[in-house]
């Protein structure tokens, strides 16, 4: 598997570990939660069992959970009987079932979608619970695995519980998006040849999510597959966005609404100004929504540098939603190869500059590592500086890293299509902007100025701005 090898690791440590074992798998939807489990363990299941989606007629039904439920138990041997009327009655025919067929052999139950089977007053939870705490955690044999794509429900109900699934999860793994690295890899594993620079694209686009990226066909261009993804008539991920949102949380139009607030702004807003612009009272229900996006990888919360925590600001990091709100969504595009024929359009080029910035946001590691800084504790964040002369508009710095050792990285972030040239002009706006950052930071702390771009830098008289180039090349690695 491609970018899972820690994670299978673990997971047959656990499974050998002789001891009863309670997992929780989380991570955004579309991440391989499922994959990660079938790979991994093969018929070694003993048990497999999916929640019904709340986006299909009757998912959200407690009985049509339930019968589904029964249905998983006759399938894997229980003999026909009464369906379960409500939950306590469904998980001890599951009791029995393991009962029947253990052997002394290490058992192995997976309930999938989990949060999905917890519908309205249905007292789910409250039975599995007691399957855990009455018949599971004495069993040594047994090892129960649980995912969710609804990271707030898996960390709230299960692995934050104070109720009686306190301190109950054995062990708990969260699944993250490929790297670039390990998005070239994958590609490169199923024979789909792009550039590095194309592949930064497809990352800007679909975001390392390997349920997306399964659908790049081989032979065709980059923009050929985000045409057919994405553009064509029929196109698999054409209502994506929705599904996404309406299989992820109980409230999908207040979350997509939320969503597209936030990324309204490059560099996110603050609590106040996302109640103000989305008209959501600035109460606990916002910020119930906010940790909801945040935990389930669509959003972060950061605060920029030089500020107080009441500046905390939520910005949206997903790329595929950044993408899709800004060229899929509510645009009616008929245009079936709108990527082919707009890939030099000035939204497209100003697009792919700040998805780049976003792409390094997320590739930290690779950059500190680039730096020669990888065991050094540091905080990251863009910074907008306003000048004291009213008369200007101040500047944005793409990334500043505050290092512990009392240095700060002014990094520009530049996706070009070649190698990047410091122009005469664009050397003072450098000059401006580290005066400005100098004026803010530690007298015991130097400025380094550095440079994140696709290519590298063109020498010429102003190329010595830079201390340290960074190029797609390193993150990649």
């Known amino acids: 598997m491609i970018g899972r090898e820690k994670e299978e690791k673990t997971l047959n440590a656990l499974y050998n570990s002789g001891s009863a074992e309670l997992v929780a798998i989380y991570g955004r939807r579309r991440i391989g939660k499922t994959y990660l489990v079938d790979e991994t363990f093969g018929d070694r299941i003993t048990f497999h069992h999916a929640g019904l989606s709340p986006i299909e007629e009757g998912g959200n039904s407690m009985k049509k959970q339930l019968e589904h439920f029964y249905y998983s138990l006759v399938m894997h041997g229980m003999k026909a009987q009464a369906k379960p009327k409500d939950w306590l009655e469904a998980f001890f025919m599951l009791e029995m079932l393991l009962k029947e067929k253990d052997d002394g052999s290490r058992q192995l139950v997976f309930l999938d979608e989990l949060p999905w089977m917890d519908t309205k007053r249905s007292g789910f939870i409250t039975a599995f619970e007691g399957f855990w705490n009455t018949y599971a955690c004495h069993r040594h044999n047994l090892m129960v695995i649980v995912c969710g794509s609804a990271n707030s429900w898996i960390l709230d109900k299960l692995i934050n519980n104070h109720g009686g699934l306190y301190g109950r999860v054995t062990y708990e793994i969260e699944l993250f998006p490929f790297t670039l690295g390990e998005t070239k890899s994958y590609f490169n594993e199923r024979g789909i040849i792009l550039s590095d620079y194309d592949i930064a694209q497809s990352y800007m686009i679909f975001g390392g999510v390997p349920y997306y990226l399964k659908y790049f066909e081989k032979g065709l261009s980059l923009a050929e597959n ?17 599904r996404l949102f309406a299989s992820v949380f109980s409230n999908p139009d207040t979350m997509m609404h939320l969503v597209q607030t936030i990324g309204k702004k490059r560099i996110g807003l603050t609590r106040e100004e996302i109640s103000k612009e989305s008209k959501i009272s600035s109460g606990s229900n916002l910020t119930g929504y906010l940790n909801a996006l945040i935990t389930s990888g669509f959003a972060t919360k950061y605060q920029p540098f030089q500020s107080g925590k009441r500046d905390m600001k939520y910005k949206l990091i997903d790329p595929f939603c950044l993408f899709y709100l800004k060229f899929v969504y509510d645009r009616n595009i008929s245009d ?32 500190k590592n680039a730096l020669g800084i990888s065991g050094v504790a540091t905080r990251e964040s863009s910074w907008s500086i306003k000048n004291d002369n009213e008369e200007s508009d101040g500047t944005q710095i793409d990334m500043v890293i505050d290092r512990n050792d009392n240095i700060v990285d002014m990094c520009e972030i530049k996706y070009s299509s070649e190698d990047f040239v410091v122009t005469k002009s664009y050397d003072r706006v450098l000059r401006n902007r580290a005066a400005l950052l100098r004026d803010k930071i530690s007298r015991k702390k130097a400025l380094h100025s550095i440079l994140i771009t696709t290519f590298g830098l063109k020498y010429n008289e102003y190329s010595g701005d830079f201390v340290k180039v960074i190029t797609l090349e390193e993150l990649f690695q």
Request: hydrophobic fraction near 45%; proline fraction near 2%.
């Open 336 to 367: 079936e190869q709108f990527y082919e024929h707009n890939l030099d359009s000035p939204a497209v080029v100003s697009w792919r500059g700040l998805a780049f910035e976003n792409v390094c946001f997320q590739h930290i590691r690779e950059i």
């Open 226 to 242: 985000v045409d057919n993804i994405l553009f064509k008539k029929g196109a698999v991920l054409r209502n994506e966005f929705d």
